[in-house]
Structures are given as C-alpha cells and as structure tokens.
T-cell receptor, first 114, second 116 residues
Framework: AQSVAQPEDQVNVAEGNPLTVKCTYSVSGNPYLFWYVQYPNRGLQFLLKYITGDNLVKGSYGFEAEFNKSQTSFHLKKPSALVSDSALYFCAVRDITGFQKLVFGTGTRLLVSP | DTEVTQTPKHLVMGMTNKKSLKCEQHMGHRAMYWYKQKAKKPPELMFVYSYEKLSINESVPSRFSPECPNSSLLNLHLHALQPEDSALYLC???????????????FGPGTRLTVL
C-alpha cells in the first residue's frame, strides 16, 4: 500500500533561517506526491506536487521540494522562513487503487519564531 | 473562481438532530470529496463523487449520508450522530482527467461540528 511518513511532529526554526520539513514515501510504482499546508481552523491549501522527472519542484509561497528516489524522500524546503509560515504541513501520496484517493502523512507542525 | 465554500462554518447538534453540511465549487471540477479531520490528525477520506455518482465510500457509518445534487454542490446529511463524530469536516474538489494522477485537490475551509 502507498504510504508517506513524516518523522517529526514539530519543527522549530528562527525567522530568516532555512527550513526543511521531512517526508519519506513507500509506494508501488511511480510516486505521485503532494504537499499541503493547513493554517489554524482552516482547510488544506495545496503547495506543490511532484511531476516525474523534476527532482526540484517549486511551489507556492516560496516553498520547494526535493525529490530523492534513492532515499525515497520528498522533503519540503524554504530558503528563508517567515513567522507566517507557522502551520501544519501534510505530505500526501496518490493511492495506487484509484487516483482519487490521497493518503496523508501524520503532519508536521512548523513553528517559526521571530 | 478558485474557491471551495462550505456552510455552515460551525455546527452544534444533539444526538437526535438531523442537519446537513453544504459544499459548493464553481471550478468545473467533476470530482468532489468529503473528509473528516480530528484535531492534530490528517484528514480521513469519507466519500468521493465522480461525475455526480458515488465512487468511493470508505465504510462510513450510515448516520452520514452524502448527496451530490449537481456538479457544483455536495451535501453531507447527518442524523443520530455520536459525540465521537465531532470533528472538522472538509470538502474538496478536483478535476477528473482520465489516467492523470497529478491533479491536486482544492479544499474548503471546513465545518467545525460538535455533537453534544
């Protein structure tokens, strides 16, 4: 079964520093990977998705993700964190049984301090 | 219009009440979804509609009854809920492109449901 793991419940970073939110995947076949962000009491917002062949994916709000096939990882990155980036981040993978199903990781809370 | 709207924002209901959650999108998406999300947990898929037909039911109890009256609207009818059903209910939509695994889902802000 397709799955993603987010090993960190929380990531703390100072404003202006680079941030990384980790995600590893386990899939049969090609990985179709996504990152979403959720602000308090809000729905999920799409950040970016992995398209086959692009190891560095650029997304919304200055975020990017690095796909690494050998390490089965799809880490979310941003060169300079903002306090407003503080939110809950979910990695997700398309389910193999049907393209309509997304399987989400457990989420990582990002806290950016001023 | 790139928005998914949900009403109401908050809902408090007793275990004997009947209520409905509503979701609307005008992006021309032909797939619509209901998710349930507990605090600090990832969303859990409940139902998927594709071209107004129910395509996925993730073994959801019958006290939750989805309805897709047209391509823009999705309802979730609630009856005889339990306190453990209290959660954030999220609606989402996406394009349906045959064989395309890349299309992302667009989420609404959710309805915060409390069952007393």
């Amino acid at each position: 079964a397709q799955s993603v793991a987010q090993p960190e419940d929380q990531v703390n970073v100072a404003e202006g520093n680079p941030l990384t939110v980790k995600c590893t995947y386990s899939v049969s076949g090609n990985p179709y990977l996504f990152w979403y962000v959720q602000y308090p009491n809000r729905g999920l917002q799409f950040l970016l998705k992995y398209i086959t062949g692009d190891n560095l994916v650029k997304g919304s709000y200055g975020f990017e993700a690095e796909f690494n096939k050998s390490q089965t990882s799809f880490h979310l990155k941003k060169p300079s964190a903002l306090v407003s980036d503080s939110a809950l981040y979910f990695c997700a993978v398309r389910d193999i049984t049907g393209f309509q199903k997304l399987v989400f990781g457990t989420g990582t809370r990002l806290l950016v301090s001023p | 219009d790139t928005e998914v709207t949900q009403t109401p924002k908050h809902l408090v209901m007793g275990m004997t009440n009947k209520k409905s959650l509503k979701c609307e999108q005008h992006m021309g998406h032909r797939a619509m979804y209901w998710y349930k999300q507990k605090a600090k947990k990832p969303p859990e898929l409940m139902f998927v509609y594709s071209y107004e037909k129910l395509s996925i039911n993730e073994s959801v109890p019958s006290r939750f009854s989805p309805e897709c009256p047209n391509s823009s609207l999705l309802n979730l009818h609630l009856h005889a809920l339990q306190p453990e059903d209290s959660a954030l209910y999220l609606c989402a939509s996406s394009q349906v492109l045959a064989g395309d695994p890349y299309n992302e889902q667009f989420f609404g802000p959710g309805t915060r449901l409390t069952v007393l």
